[in-house]
């Protein structure tokens, strides 16, 4: 078993910064695949950032790429989610993730465990 407990959401202007971070507690937290997926109201859940056990691999998709960064300490077993350049369409809710995959997934069902979640909010 893997806790995840996400921290950092708030509200901010559009433009500005947030730092999300994740600290995992339980089994190893460098043997998995860390993600960050985030659900706005009405909308499905979806697929923000990942980085692989090593951290040598990274995935955003296009909506994301160039203003997100995701990283990990595995000495620290915390995950981080650095968003610059925010959009008021980035308002969510993001949730870290854990998989025991090699390589950064895309898909909810590659991942294993889910944090509760920590609310974004982006003015215009």
């Known amino acids: 078993q893997v806790q995840l407990v996400e921290s950092g959401g708030g509200l901010v202007q559009a433009g500005g910064s947030l730092r999300l971070a994740c600290v995992a507690a339980?089994?190893?937290?460098?043997?998995?695949?860390m993600g960050w997926f985030r659900q706005a109201p009405g909308k499905e859940r979806e697929f923000v950032a990942a980085?692989?056990?090593?951290?040598?691999?990274?995935d955003y998709p296009d909506s994301v790429k160039g203003r997100f960064t995701i990283s990990r300490d595995n000495a620290k077993n915390t995950v981080y989610l650095q968003m610059a350049g925010l959009k008021p369409e980035d308002t969510a809710v993001y949730y870290c993730?854990?998989?025991?995959?090699?390589?950064?997934?895309?898909?909810?069902?590659?991942?294993?465990?889910w944090g509760q979640g920590t609310e974004v909010t982006v003015s215009s």
């Open positions: 980085i692989s056990w090593s951290g040598g691999s990274t």
């Open positions: 993730t854990a998989g025991r995959r090699e390589q950064p997934r895309r898909t909810i069902y590659d991942y294993d465990y």
């Open positions: 339980g089994r190893a937290f460098s043997w998995y695949t």
